[in-house]
């Protein structure tokens, strides 16, 4: 258990600081651009967001445990990363054709293909899901400091210029390309693992495809109705409002970078050993810690959003305090899908997340006009806790999934959280007297 604790404490230490620096330099840039062109970044980076959901084809959790089952692993890891990158091309292509028909700003279609840029640069992650599953979060971690320090720089950069919406587009994609050419060169120099092209296959493909498409179909639903707010905020109320709503998301989404983590570092010891009592713990962790997160980032967001962003944005906090609700359970049913890929019912999240996006989009349909931004921050709540934790409810074989997280939600996550505490202390105590 304590290798699992190490591999959690270097992608927590990796997460706070991308989170603190990327949180600072997020308010400048809102203050810089003003909330009209600050709304249309955050709507075309929303746009991004909802294609890598198709882009990254849903392999990151079936690679982690192809990666733990399989010795092939240059194989597995190229036509993972291959396809990734053919597959973001092909997307960006097909906007760039769409967008050449749309009567909108020229400056608007060169925004919107930057950020598309940001995909093919996030085939990434077929290094993040290799080094988990080794459990070398530590390369993850350095080498993502390293492309921080580089990108963030260059925002700084442009801030002291006070540069338009078209380079800040640009330094998006930006602090992806850093790190996306850091982890080839640092693989390649160690000689971790194979990105050659030679070493596709597409029999391999075919069966990463096979296991991971109800999760490339449900993570494209599950993005629909947790960005959807968005597209119709801006649709329905314009730019402003999406700029309001995406300063509450962000802070929402900033604090599960706790209970996010932990989905990700404890998934290797369920994949490997899916007890009832490993279960419950990986439930309570995320649950516990999601919650307590939730708690401290209301009261702090309280004093420091019209200080960071300024008084245009306090009806952010409003509907922040909704939002904290919906981002706690999700981070909640990524741990449950993570079981459900173990127990071969991937198929079962895509029903559930259809059914999140019906309702997401007819209570945003009814809410969002009379209720503005926060009619569609309460649509989200819904839509989430239904998807992520009621609709198990409904099957006889994710009932007890149900049980499970009923017992974390009503507990609060409190045994499981405790006990990590405690298996922390006693590393620490035991780390002292040697």
Known sequence: MSEYIKNAGWIF??????????????????????????????????????????????????????????????????????????????????????LYFESIPDVNKIVLIVCLLSLIFQAQNTYFSYYQSQLRASVITKISLFSLIFSSLFKVYLLYKSANILWFAFSYSFDFFVSFIAFIFITYKKKYISVSIKNFRFQMLKQLLKESWPIIASSVIIVLYTRLDQIMLMKMLGAESVAVFSVAIRIAEAYVFIPAA????????????????????????????????????????????????????????????????????????????????????????????????????????????????????????????????????????????????????????IPGGLKLISM?????????ES
């Open 424 to 432: 922390m202390l006693k590393k620490d105590a035991v780390k002292n």
């Open 13 to 98: 230490a990796e997460k706070f600081i991308r989170i603190a620096v990327g949180f600072v330099l997020f308010a400048l840039v809102s203050r810089v651009l003003g909330p009209t062109e600050f709304g249309l970044l955050s709507y075309y980076q929303t746009i991004a967001t909802m294609l890598l959901a198709i882009t990254s084809l849903g392999f990151d959790n079936v690679l982690i445990n192809k990666f733990q089952q399989k010795n092939n692993h240059d194989y597995i890891f190229s036509t993972a990363f291959w396809s990734r990158v053919v597959c973001s091309f092909l997307i960006i292509a097909i906007f760039a054709s769409g």
């Open 262 to 413: 932990l989905v990700t570092s404890y998934y290797p010891l369920i994949a490997r050993s899916p007890s009832k009592e490993n279960v419950k713990f990986y439930f309570d962790v995320v649950y516990f810690s999601s919650f307590i997160m939730a708690i401290l980032v209301a009261i702090a967001a309280y004093f420091f959003i019209p200080i960071m962003f300024g008084s245009i944005y306090t009806e952010s906090y409003n509907v922040l305090l909704i939002l904290l609700a919906s981002t706690t359970f999700a981070v909640f049913g990524s741990a449950c899908t993570n079981l459900m890929i173990i127990y071969g019912l991937t198929y079962l999240r895509l029903v559930r997340a259809v059914i999140g996006l019906i309702i997401n989009f007819t209570l945003n349909i009814f809410l969002i006009p009379k209720y503005g931004v926060i009619g569609a921050a309460f649509a989200s709540v819904f839509s989430q806790i239904f998807a992520a934790w009621l609709s198990n409810s409904y099957n006889k074989k994710t009932i007890e999934c149900f049980r499970w997280q009923s017992q974390s939600v009503l507990l609060f996550g």
